[in-house]
Structures are given as C-alpha cells and as structure tokens.
C-alpha cells in the first residue's frame, strides 16, 4: 500500500488499488469542502470518533453524499442488504 501525506485539503482521483492520501485539515467541514470534488463517488466512510460525535459526523456525512459510515476495520464487510452504488449484492434479474 502507498500512503501519501498532502498538507492541500483538497482531494483528486487516486490511481486506485492500494493507494490513500493522507490531509490534515482543522475540522469536518474542511475535510468535506476538500473532498467536493469526490462527492457522489464515495459509497463508504470508515469512521473513527468518539461515541458522542458519531452520530453528528455521520449525518454530515450522508447529507455530503456517503451512503455507508461505519466503523474503521468494517468497510470491507457490508450488510449483505447493503446496495452498493444502488444496486442490490443479491438479486433476482
């Protein structure tokens, strides 16, 4: 995996697999307006965060567009309910 620290907030396409930038920015708010550019791609946020601000963080999250916020370790096991960029992962065609 290649990591990559940027001190510019502002998000681009990576050139996928295996690859994340890492942005330090002042607050939520910050890190979303960097990320505009990337909204409507994100399907999952893994989330770290204290009890308390989790459900604040999480509805900011989904009015960006996040359409699945859970817990850091857990992005790759959705619910096998879970539609994925709308579409079912079981299904009748």
Request: some cysteine; overall charge neutral; aromatic content about 8%.
């Amino acid at each position: 995996m290649e990591v990559v620290y940027e001190a510019d907030p502002h998000f681009s396409k990576s050139c996928l697999h295996r690859f994340i930038y890492v942005k330090a920015v002042a607050n939520l708010s910050e890190a979303l307006h960097g990320a505009d550019a990337m909204r409507g791609k994100v399907s999952t946020v893994g989330l770290a965060a204290d009890e308390e601000e989790v459900k604040d963080i999480a509805k900011a999250l989904a009015r960006w567009g996040a359409t699945r916020v859970c817990p850091l370790g857990q992005m790759q096991n959705p619910p096998l309910t879970w539609r994925h960029d709308g579409r079912p992962a079981l299904g009748i065609w």
